[in-house]
């Protein structure tokens, strides 16, 4: 019985050694067709504890979005994709007051909504090469600029606690130009 199961196990063993050999290398591409479409959701929760004088408050951060892309142009080695986002949806919740900032639910008196409306549906590309390598991305710079236009109806406080709020330095640069002019 021992002989048998060793047996079994050196053959097992030889049978993976032989299947990892044979994989060192697998090649990775993209094979887009003119006209192909996907749709890419995306669902993030952030969960934050802060003990202040022995009392735990919580604080969540949930963010939902939806992308349509469609293969709008395919040539050997690099495709251009076009990109729609179709939702976009945060839902921030702290000592039990929710704020739900949603692309598709109009709210006055929150320019996040506005912004964010001004960039769901609207096309922007992204050329790619079958490897997965992305040469550029036009477009989103002007949705970006289009989207802080929401912020200018804001009062000088209120763009300056906005602009406090906002991320300067860290902010990635295609972004920082367009939300910052608007200041």
Not at 77 to 99: H, M, P
Request: some cysteine; hydrophobic content about 40%.
């Amino acid at each position: 019985m021992m002989k048998q199961f060793w047996t079994a196990a050196l053959l097992t063993l030889g049978s993976f050694a032989a299947q990892a050999q044979e994989q060192n290398y697998v090649s990775l591409t993209y094979n887009f067709q003119k006209g192909n479409q996907f749709e890419l959701n995306m669902e993030s929760r952030s969960e934050t504890y802060m003990t202040v004088n022995d009392i735990q408050q919580r604080t969540t951060r949930d963010f939902n979005g939806k992308i349509n892309i469609e293969a709008t142009t395919v040539n050997p080695g690099v495709s251009i994709l076009t990109w729609k986002y179709q939702e976009i949806r945060f839902n921030y919740n702290s000592k039990n007051v929710n704020a739900l900032v949603d692309a598709r639910v109009a709210n006055a008196k929150e320019p996040l909504a506005a912004a964010l409306a001004k960039i769901v549906d609207q096309p922007f590309t992204v050329e790619i090469q079958n490897t997965g390598i992305i040469n550029k991305v036009e477009g989103l710079d002007a949705l970006i600029t289009e989207a802080s236009k929401a912020f200018s109806t804001l009062k000088d406080d209120e763009k300056k606690h906005t602009k406090s709020c906002w991320p300067t330095s860290s902010a990635p640069k295609p972004f920082a130009p367009g939300w910052s002019s608007y200041w």
